[in-house]
């Protein structure tokens, strides 16, 4: 396979870790069973508390600091993002100097409203923090950065250290799966609940993975769902996962069952009422999905909530054939988000917009302008998600310029993504840059190295459908069912999927 370059020579090898004789969580050091291990170390002995936090000491005096941590390590693990930035925050009050709280806190809000300036502070202090704990926040603070190599290296130093940790391989996995490195995820994943069976957000993380890898597996992707349910009995979230992942398999009555008894659970629970919304608008019941939108738009406590429902809602108009409405609605959500600061979804209505664009000529503006956009810092944004999504207008530039016979205008833009994938060294921008060179080769009717360089974006339903069309090109009927699997359990309301599957695709070329 042609890579620009090799992820596994990057990236620690889940199969090389040593594997516990016992199937039980990592047990935790206290200070008294720990030496320093530097002269910076020492200088903080005195200040360290005997700790249970990812089985190491941590620099604080604050036990409240300490049991603060934990509570929103723990939260977000559970996917509790907002609870856990304020269980972090509150641990900075009690206790300025303590790096680790700092880290946590940008960590946890890098997916929501980014804190850089949380992540700056937590870097300046862990250059006095034990040595473990400053492993720890080398990994929360890199993975926030535009070039991803220290956020590799500082994984592999965690998870040589503490190969056992279920915390550390969780963390750690959960960001390759971010990353669209599913495979390993998932074999992470799979080591932690040998080492504990009972460590539920792993099960979470697998669910979606086994149907979401290049061999999914719906059946079992439920199952650890369930698994997760039951561990967590009482919680929304187990049923909003299981709501989604039974809408991917094409389960819409079981999508809305599970929406519905995570609102039992939470009443105010958005992503399951907005979740309602979006099984009902695949399902073409456009008049209960507009009903379920207005819920959630009506239980929206922030900015970002209310626009993404608000996005769903215009994409709900393209199902329903009203493409001009759609449009015009995605407009004006655009401009609510710009007023509102919020970059996030102004990214993600700007990008359904360019997709979904009537004609080449506006296609072409709105991605250009998107281009000049995210080309520079981008308040709000952090670097690790603005590379990215300049990665991905770059792939559609490419993919649009392809569809209308000018490949030649794609030559500056390849280079654009290759100088990116370089500098960042970020898998999906890597993804992105190699699907951008497939939809080239396929123009140019060489279609073993398409199939090659699509395969690399298995979460883009249109360029999963142009894997099927390459494969079907070369004769190879076993591959092309393959990919077409692959995209049957992508089935999300995204304009990616409606592109995919109601307008015209690869497959027509």
């Known amino acids: 396979m042609n890579r620009f370059f090799c992820k596994s020579a990057l990236l620690l090898l889940p199969a090389a870790l040593p594997v516990s004789a016992l199937a039980c969580p990592q047990q935790t050091v206290s200070v008294a069973d720990s030496e320093p291990k530097s002269p910076a170390d020492a200088s903080h002995a005195s200040a360290l508390l005997v700790g249970h936090v990812f089985a190491f000491p941590v620099a604080t005096k604050s036990v409240d600091a300490q049991k603060l941590i934990e509570t929103a390590l723990d939260q977000y693990e559970n996917v509790l993002l907002e609870n856990s930035v304020e269980s972090a925050r509150k641990a900075t009050e009690k206790d300025p100097q303590f790096a680790l709280a700092y880290a946590v806190w940008s960590f946890a809000a890098r997916r929501n409203q980014p804190n850089p300036e949380a992540a700056r502070k937590a870097e300046s202090l862990a250059a006095t923090a034990p040595a473990d704990e400053r492993l720890l926040v080398n990994f929360l603070t890199s993975v926030q950065k535009d070039d991803m190599l220290p956020a590799i290296t500082a994984m592999n ?53 086994k149907v979401e890898t290049g061999d999914p597996d719906p059946a079992k992707a439920i199952a650890y769902l369930k698994k997760y349910a039951e561990l967590q009995p009482g919680q929304p979230n187990p049923e909003d996962s299981l709501g989604e992942v039974s809408r991917y398999a094409g389960d819409d009555r079981g999508s809305i069952e599970h929406y519905k008894a995570a609102l039992k659970f939470s009443p105010a629970f958005v992503t399951s009422q907005t979740g309602l919304g979006d099984t009902y608008s695949l399902m073409h019941d456009f008049s209960s999905a507009a009903a379920e939108y207005d819920k959630a738009l009506a239980m929206s406590t922030n900015n970002r909530d209310r626009l993404h429902v608000e996005f769903q809602k215009a994409l709900m108009k393209f199902w329903a054939g009203r493409p001009a409405e759609g449009l015009q609605a995605l407009a004006d959500a655009e401009q609510k988000a710009h ?28 991605l250009q302008e998107m281009e000049r956009i995210y080309s520079h810092p981008v308040e709000g944004m952090g670097e690790s998600d603005r590379n990215p999504s300049l990665a991905s207008i770059w792939r559609d530039q490419v993919r649009v310029q392809v569809e209308h016979n000018h490949v030649e205008a794609t030559t ?29 080769f396929f123009a140019q009717k060489d279609y073993a190295s398409a199939q090659d360089e699509l395969s690399a974006d298995p979460h883009s339903p249109i360029a999963i459908n142009w894997l099927v069309a390459a494969r079907e090109k070369l004769g190879d009927q076993k591959g092309a069912e393959s990919a077409r699997l692959r995209l049957k359990y992508l089935r999300a309301p995204t304009a990616e999927w409606y592109l995919a599957t109601q307008a015209k695709t690869a497959s027509a070329h």
Request: with cysteine; proline share 4%.
């Open 157 to 209: 130093d965690l998870l040589a250290r503490f190969p056992d940790d279920r915390h550390a391989l969780y963390l750690t996995s959960e960001w390759l799966y971010f990353q669209q490195d599913y495979d390993r995820s998932v074999k992470m994943m799979e080591r932690i609940i040998k080492l504990d069976p009972n460590f539920a957000p792993a099960y979470n993380m697998l669910g979606y993975a």
């Open 339 to 366: 007023a509102a600061h919020e970059p996030y979804s102004q990214f993600e209505i700007q990008q359904a917009s360019a997709l979904l664009a009537l004609t080449l000529k506006q296609r072409i503006a709105k």
């Open 412 to 440: 500056e833009t390849i280079r654009k993504l290759e100088r990116l994938a370089a500098q960042s060294r970020d898998l999906i921008v890597e993804n992105c840059y190699e699907s951008a060179r497939g939809y080239v």
